[in-house]
């Protein structure tokens, strides 16, 4: 018989018609013995708890949990996972389409490779469905790991969407620790610390952008749009946001979560060299000439364009003001 998968899904508000198309997506999978696990985190619009258990009636593969009050969408998830006991898992948005092969696939590889997790590459479509990206690996430049790599520490290596990771991993992930800020960052990093991860080239399926992602998706002029309609132009405001929505938010926090779940000494003294770099970078306002470390800790495979943009925020950040202003 062939492996049960769980595939964990958490709403909140959720579009319905996107809501749909995703579950759809899921259950007409060529791979079928699944177990899609849903957790609704008290959504005000009841017509999606509604809809959720017309999907269970319908198919016994569904469960659903409808949570009491609002857990937060990093709390959702832990505790979806915490409710999953396949031996395989994959996380899923709500608002996506999945290839009918993307279960069977992913999991081929898997086994193929003999590593703890594999993602994915995928097109991305705007709110209607149109392919604005036919290839998200090159235009979000992501790294590509076959193996291991200490990226894992710094990166997240590949959109929780796109991940299928081993039970191993699940049990080493929960529950979550208080700094656990990406649950796709720690399933990598808790994999690359086993057997390894691998990648899969062929788009499996679509990852849709629209103005409430939670997270990713948009490129860094959409990032600095948004964020200059809420804090302004100013230079005091560019260095804000390469302080919280860069440098905090996308990479210290990351590293900082790394650091809680480390067990080796030398991981660790590796990722609090990391942290220090990331604190000086704060410490400076107009450049910075730790150039040597940006490249140790974050150079890879797939990263040119984005190393590029990184640099000149981290380490040149009176020129990275230029462009931020135009």
């Known amino acids: 018989m062939d492996e049960l998968v769980d595939i964990i899904l958490a709403t909140y508000e959720t579009n319905l018609k996107y809501l749909k198309e995703q579950i759809d997506s899921i259950l007409n999978q060529t791979y079928k013995n699944i177990h899609l ?23 016994s593969r569904v469960s659903i949990y409808i949570q009491e009050k609002n857990l937060g969408y990093i709390k959702n998830f832990g505790f979806l996972l915490e409710q999953s006991t396949a031996d395989y898992v994959m996380f899923s948005d709500h608002d996506d389409i999945w290839n009918p092969n993307k279960v069977s696939k992913s999991l081929e590889v898997m086994k193929q490779k003999d590593v703890d997790l594999v993602y994915c590459n995928s097109t991305q479509i705007d709110e209607n469905g149109k392919i604005i990206h036919e290839d998200y690996f090159k235009y979000k430049n992501v790294p590509l790991i076959n193996g291991k790599s200490k990226l ?40 690359n610390n ?37 804090n302004g132009n100013t230079y005091e405001s560019y260095l804000n946001y390469r302080k919280q929505d860069v440098i905090d938010k996308a990479y210290l926090n990351g590293t900082k979560m790394c650091m809680a779940y480390a067990t080796k000494d030398e991981e660790k003294k590796y990722l609090q060299k990391m942290i220090q770099y990331y604190n000086k970078l704060l410490k400076s306002k107009y450049i910075n000439f730790h150039w040597i470390s940006y490249f140790k800790f974050l150079g890879g495979k797939n990263l040119l364009k984005k190393m590029i943009k990184e640099f000149i925020i981290f380490h040149l950040p009176a020129l990275g003001y230029i462009y931020y202003r135009k």
Not at 201 to 218: C, I, Q, T, W
Not at 220 to 226: A, G, M, P, Y
């Open 152 to 191: 894992a520490m710094s990166r997240c290596v590949g959109i929780g969407c796109s991940q299928l990771i081993t039970k191993y991993v699940k049990e080493k992930m929960i529950p979550f620790k208080a700094e656990v800020m990406a649950h796709d960052w720690l399933a990598a990093y808790i994999a």
């Open 194 to 230: 086993a057997k390894g991860m691998a990648y899969i080239k062929e788009p499996l399926f679509a990852y849709r952008l629209h103005n409430s992602n939670v997270f990713g998706g948009r490129n860094l002029d959409q990032n600095l749009s948004r964020w200059k309609e809420k």
């Open 37 to 59: 696990i849903i957790s609704d985190d008290n959504s005000p619009n009841k017509e999606i708890q509604k809809i959720l258990s017309e999907y269970k009636q319908k198919d």
